[in-house]
């Protein structure tokens, strides 16, 4: 079992800037590729970005790609998203989750695990 709490979230204007949190527990964190989905209102939850487990290698979805940046601190068993220059269209419940293996997870299909989700909201 992996267990997932996410932080961070919250209410900011148009151009500006979030960091997220996703603690982790319950399997060696750096054995496991990890990433960031989003669920916005009335949409399907789609992927944002990912990571392997040592960090070397990042993924984005085209919409987030210069943007947003996915890392994480093994030593912390943490992983976050910066996001940068936020727009109205990233308003969603963002999601932290993980295969539970080494592979990396862009799809939800890829998803063993979900944390509960942390709100952003963009205003314009």
């Known amino acids: 079992q992996v267990q997932l709490v996410e932080s961070g979230g919250g209410l900011v204007q148009a151009g500006g800037s979030l960091r997220l949190s996703c603690a982790t527990s319950?399997?060696?964190?750096?054995?496991?590729?990890m990433g960031w989905f989003r669920q916005a209102p009335g949409k399907e939850r789609e992927f944002v970005a990912a990571?392997?487990?040592?960090?070397?290698?990042?993924y984005y979805a085209n919409s987030v790609q210069g943007r947003f940046i996915i890392s994480r601190d093994n030593a912390k068993n943490t992983l976050y998203l910066q996001m940068n220059r936020l727009e109205p269209e990233d308003t969603a419940i963002y999601y932290c989750?993980?295969?539970?293996?080494?592979?990396?997870?862009?799809?939800?299909?890829?998803?063993?695990?979900w944390g509960q989700g942390t709100q952003v909201t963009v205003s314009s």
């Open positions: 989750a993980t295969g539970g293996s080494a592979i990396l997870p862009t799809q939800r299909r890829d998803i063993r695990y």
């Open positions: 319950g399997r060696t964190f750096s054995n496991l590729a």
């Open positions: 990571i392997i487990g040592s960090g070397g290698h990042t």
